[in-house]
């Protein structure tokens, strides 16, 4: 039961960092893309301290 909880955060933060991307790309004022990528890297690097306990 936990692993299933720990493996949903997982995918939760995986599938937030590659949206905060793909939003990132496609956005046009530098102030929201600055966001967007603060926000994409703390997804990111919570997805890699999940996956370092899976």
Sequence with gaps: MLKMIIRGKYYYH???HRHHELLQQDCLDEGL???LK????YHNSKAVEIG???
């Design 14 to 16: 995986v599938f937030q």
């Design 33 to 35: 893309r600055i966001k």
């Design 38 to 41: 603060v926000k994409a890297t």
């Design 52 to 54: 370092m306990l899976m």
